[in-house]
Structure formats: C-alpha cells, structure tokens
C-alpha cells in the first residue's frame, strides 16, 4: 500500500488530498502578510502551508546575483537584493511555525541549497519540498533525503529518466518520499499539464505517494489530478491576485483555496468503491424503471411456454429479463392471468439450481 506520514497526517490513496497551500515570496517579505496568508489557508482548509528557503549568496553566482533587476515585479536593484528582500529567516521562519501550529496546519518549505536543508533539519519542519528545477540535482535530493524527513518532489522540466534518477537516487536513502507530476511553465496552459503522466509515475513507482503541483489557474486541473491518483496537491496562494509579482497571478484566493478543498473532498466521495454492485438508493428507481417476465395473455396450467407467451414490463419487481431463457420451455403448474408475473415456483420441471 502506497502511503506517506506528515506530521501523524496519513496520506493514502484512501484518504483525501494533502494540501499543500504554496506561499513561496507572495507575502513580498512582509511578516504580517505571511501570517494573514496562512490564517486564510488554515481556515480554508489546507493541509500544509509552504514557503522557499534560500542561501542566496551560495546559491547564486556573483554575476546573477548582481545582474540589475527592475521592472513591476523587482523588490529591489539587483536580483540579489530582490531576492535578500523577500527572504525571512530564524526569527521569521520560528514566529510562522508556532503560528501554523496554533491553526492546525503544517508548516515546510522548500530547500534550495545544502545550507536551506540544515536550516529546515534544524527548524525540525515535518517535511522537505524539492522544487522542479533541483529535479537533476542528485546530490541535493540525497543529503536532503538524509535527514529522515519525508521528501515531496516536484518533476517539471523532466523527462522519465530524469525521474527515475531522481527517485533512484532518493529512496535507497528514504522511503518517504512523494513524486509530483509539475509543470514548470508559469501559469501553465492545460495543454502543457500532461495529468496523464500520473498514471505512468503511479505504475512506475506503485509504493511511491504520487502528487500533483499546479501552476494552472483555477482549481480544475488538481480535481481532475486527484481522480488520477495524485493524493498531494500543492497550489499557490495570495492575498491579491493583482499584486506585483511572478506568482501572485496564477495563485489562489482565499475562496479559490476553499473551493479547491472542497471540491477534493467532493472527488474523493465521487470516486468512492471501485466495487461495482447495486446501491440501496438505486433500488427505487431500478424497481420503477426496471423490467420483469410475465404473461403475455391469459394462459392455462399445463401450458408449456413459449417465446410468444411471454412479455417484458415494468416494474422491475419480478423475475429479471436475463432469466428468459429459464422459463421458456417450461410448464405452468398453474393458470396466470394477462401481466401475472412468471415466477419459478409456477413452473414444472424446474432446475432449483438455476432458480
């Protein structure tokens, strides 16, 4: 059985979806924006609530983290000052744990770097997210696979042996991990979702928790996700869709992220029993809409049926038309009426076996 332990939440292709409400830099380096992002996604609904973590002085190169960065989306001159602008750490990263703890929602982050790792391992977050673009980075996946905390892993901008490789490199260290089917193209378009290849990471890896992480715009997709298997959603949230911003405009709202729960919650009792087998609440109708065998006219004890003898009408209260071939050819041990029902007791030389 294909599952996964957050934080004592168990994830399961039995269970609801897990999630994930993606905050990333939409709190635009404000801690009170951070806070009121993850009361809204708390009450929402949301299972967890997630933000990046980045040593951008080792993560970058001097000449991009240098390099000018202006333009509406741009929190400061360089793209190293941008990215230092919206960064929290120790004391902002603490304040929100406590704060997630209080409101009933786990609090992770994506790690970026070796160093965002030991940062997060230490923070003792309940789980780790790797972001598409460290898919190829194998020695990243397997030293934050190291620290025992279970790994979601996003897969956009890879191919299947990038995956393989990845996952390869990931559970011979930790089982624990959850594999997200990802497009990195922001927002994406629903052609390029490609929520099939769910279906392929769930045969592929059948003890692997699978996901989906969503940069489309609206719910639709990750309902359609979760009735493929993806048992881990992760969508992006905001306070104000209109802000400045690279992921404020395909992120939710607080009533978007309701809705998305909701409507995973309502997939789930849709998909229900894989069992098919007849519903007391179908009964009703079936018996009203149904059909059964009877008399086609008034026909005599002794009379040895035939085809012609028998007619099918509802109400489907009697003996069902796929029994016809067990009453043709039998005799009446009594006279019936026009629309008797023909019932197995009413026939000589019958086989109690096929009654």
């Not at 399961?12 to 801690?31: C, K, M, P």
């Not at 086609?296 to 002794?302: I, T, Y």
Request: charge should be negative.
């Amino acid at each position: 059985m294909r599952a996964l332990t957050i934080n004592e939440r168990i994830i399961s292709d039995d269970t609801d979806a897990y999630v994930i409400a993606e905050i990333g830099h939409n709190h635009e380096g404000d801690l009170g924006k951070a806070e009121e992002l993850i009361r809204q996604a708390a009450a929402a609904g949301a299972s967890a609530v997630k933000l990046q973590k980045r040593d951008n002085r080792s993560l970058y190169t001097r000449a991009m983290y240098d390099s000018p960065y202006t333009g509406r989306n741009s929190f400061g001159p360089t793209y190293g000052a941008h990215r230092e602008f919206l960064e929290f750490g120790t004391h902002e990263y603490t304040h929100l744990q406590r704060l997630s703890a209080e409101l009933g929602v786990d609090f992770i982050a994506t790690a970026f770097d070796f160093g965002s790792v030991d940062f997060l391992a230490e923070l003792d977050v309940p789980a780790i997210k790797i972001a598409s673009g460290d898919i190829r980075n194998t020695p990243l996946l397997a030293y934050a696979a190291k620290v025992g905390k279970p790994l979601i892993v996003s897969t956009g901008g890879a191919d299947m042996e990038t995956v393989r490789r990845a996952c390869g490199t990931v559970l011979p260290i930790n089982p624990d991990l959850a594999l997200l089917q990802c497009t990195a193209t922001y927002p994406a378009e629903q052609e390029e979702l490609n929520l099939a290849v769910l279906g392929s990471y769930r045969a592929e890896f059948p003890d692997t928790v699978i996901g989906y992480s969503g940069h489309d715009l609206g719910p639709w997709a990750a309902w359609t996700a979760y009735a493929l298997g993806a048992r881990v959603v992760e969508k992006h949230v905001t306070l104000d869709r209109t802000r400045p911003g690279s992921d404020h405009k395909f992120s939710l709202e607080q009533a978007d992220i309701a809705e998305l729960v909701d409507g995973l919650r309502r997939v789930r009792r849709s998909l229900g029993s894989p069992d098919k087998r007849v519903l007391d609440a179908e009964r009703p109708a079936i018996t009203k809409m149904g059909k059964k065998l009877v008399a086609q006219r008034d026909l005599p004890a002794g009379h040895r049926l035939t085809l012609e003898d028998v007619a099918i009408k509802s109400p489907g209260d009697g003996l069902t038309p796929d029994r016809l071939a067990d009453v043709v050819g039998r005799t009446l041990t009594r006279p019936l009426a026009s629309d008797a029902d023909i019932v197995p007791a009413d026939l000589a030389d019958a086989d109690a076996g096929r009654d």
